[in-house]
């Protein structure tokens, strides 16, 4: 599931949650907005501005970020992120959080290492006599 998620992803990126936002809109849908601190980026590019991860009230994964809310801002997590674009035109993305334990770092690391090396080819000439 793991190597599946990162090949999706077009972010994969360990961070820590700094702030966790409550936003209420006119409709009164609640989400939650994740700020985070960023530390390796294993694969594609953080957005300017750095990262927010928002998740909506009817959104699959709001009920494990309302339940562990607290969880959430003293954990350091390997965040998966797929870019989509909204209906009014603004890119967002969904989100898979794992806790970047070592045994997750490890995965990530060999899996991200491996597809790296099968996309790169090193020749190596050797030197003429002399």
Partial sequence: DLHQRMDMSD????VTVAT????????????????T?????????????GLTLCVSDDAIGYASIDRDKQRVLT????????????????VAG???LALASEAVLDRVRSHLGRKDSTTHTIIERSSPSS
């Fill in 11 to 14: 972010l994969v990126v360990v």
């Fill in 20 to 35: 966790l936002r409550t936003d209420v809109d006119p409709q009164q849908r609640t989400s939650y907005g994740l700020v």
């Fill in 94 to 96: 969904h989100f898979h």
């Fill in 75 to 90: 954990q350091r997590f390997v965040a998966l992120v797929k870019w989509y674009r909204k209906a009014d035109g603004t």
């Fill in 37 to 49: 601190q960023l530390f390796d980026v294993f694969k594609g590019q953080v957005p300017d501005g």
